[in-house]
């Protein structure tokens, strides 16, 4: 066995001992121990270097991504706020404008009622001049139906008011106005109750779709030929400036036909005062233009808008005081066919137990009208 070595200074053979070989195994062991400890722990540096890297990264990236977690809640929440907001105003709005229908169902219920309340007495001679008319041939209907519908109207709303005046003011003189010699329809001359004419109130009656200007100048035209006192236009179409229902324009009171009666009324009281101050003061001035400038007047009338809201006030309280009546009446007519019907119900059943022997009760015996009146309610 080779025991010698190099020198590696002197390059000469040196004789190796078991001891320095046993030294030189654990020199060459511990540097081999170190040299292998430093690499680890340069390994691990590194490693833990990387790491670190790693982790700052992983840190930087997990602080991204709760930062973009952090804004999109922020922006569902918004989003949320927002869909609440909208839902609640559409279910406000939806709310709002259901009201809105109702009421505007209410209101056109209401209109309609009223209008048909109003129109249907002229109804009924409407269809009774209809009838009458079928009396004419087939082409001179044809040919006329749209003027002669218009035209029918007006006479059906003409003769009612001829006959609303002559029951109301039997005392005054009520004419219809001769066709083609004014254009007014209705003349009625008022009398005091001692039959003194005091004056006259040309009224013209108006039963069309649309309202017109020129019927005033026409009546006022027409008053100074007949040497009347006071026109008045009675129709269901009336202008924007007197949409009360009842007024004075350009010197020519305008009505609706319900309210045609109280302004008869107050147009002859005024007549009548006017009369009544002449004979007690003869010097004023003349007849026409005393009448003239009080019934123009504002104050004349204000009292006659106000006697007139009166008037409607009081026809509203007897509307609802009717219907309160009859639903009383209504009420105490069933309870007293319950009552009526419970006690026949308790005599019949005592007399399908007892037979014969007990005695029938005459107010009990019901004819069968009744038995379908108690049935039925």
């Not at 008319?133 to 209907?141: C, F, G, W």
């Not at 003011?169 to 254009?183: A, H």
């Not at 009224?203 to 779709?209: D, G, L, Q, V």
Request: proline share 2%.
């Amino acid at each position: 066995m080779n025991t010698q070595i190099i020198c590696p200074h002197c390059k000469k053979p040196i004789e190796l001992t078991d001891a320095l070989r046993e030294d030189l195994k654990s020199q060459l062991k511990e540097s081999l121990e170190q040299e292998y400890k430093k690499e680890l722990a340069r390994a691990k540096e590194e490693s833990n270097k990387k790491l670190q890297n790693e982790l700052k990264l992983l840190k930087v990236d997990v602080a991204k991504k709760q930062e973009q977690l952090e804004l999109a809640q922020q922006t569902e929440l918004v989003l949320r706020k927002e869909k609440n907001k909208l839902d609640e105003e559409r279910r406000t709005f939806e709310l709002e404008k259901q009201r809105q229908m109702d009421k505007e169902r209410e209101t056109i219920r209401q209109k309609t009622l009223e209008e048909a309340q109003e129109k249907f007495h002229l109804r009924e001679k409407e269809l009774q001049q209809k009838l009458e008319s079928t009396q004419k041939s087939l082409e001179d209907a044809q040919r006329k139906a749209t003027q002669g519908s218009q035209q029918l109207q007006g006479e059906v709303q003409e003769l009612d008011l001829e006959d609303l005046f002559r029951q109301t003011f039997p005392q005054d003189t009520i004419e219809p106005v001769g066709k083609g010699v004014l254009g007014a329809d209705i003349r009625q001359i008022v009398k005091s109750p001692m039959g003194v004419v005091c004056g006259t109130i040309l009224w013209e009656s108006k039963r069309t779709k649309q309202w017109s200007d020129g019927w005033i100048s026409k009546l006022k035209h027409d008053v100074l030929s007949d040497k009347a006192n006071i026109p008045a236009i009675i129709s269901e179409i009336i202008p924007e400036e007197v949409k009360s229902g009842i007024g004075l324009l350009d010197g020519v009171w305008i009505a609706v036909p319900k309210l045609a009666i109280p302004l008869a009324t107050l147009l002859r009281k005024s007549l009548l005062d006017v009369a009544k101050q002449k004979k007690i003061q003869e010097n004023q001035q003349t007849k026409a233009e005393d009448l003239y400038g009080y019934v123009t007047s504002h104050d004349f009338q204000h009292q006659v808008e106000s006697m007139i809201e009166i008037y409607q006030d009081m026809q509203r309280e007897i509307q609802k005081e009717r219907v309160a009546f009859e639903r009383s009446w209504k009420q105490r007519e069933q309870q007293v066919h319950r009552l009526l019907s419970g006690v026949a119900g308790i005599y019949g059943s005592m007399q399908g137990i007892a037979g014969q022997s007990l005695q029938t009760i005459k107010q009990l015996e019901f004819s069968g009208s009744e038995e379908e009146s108690i049935s039925s309610s």
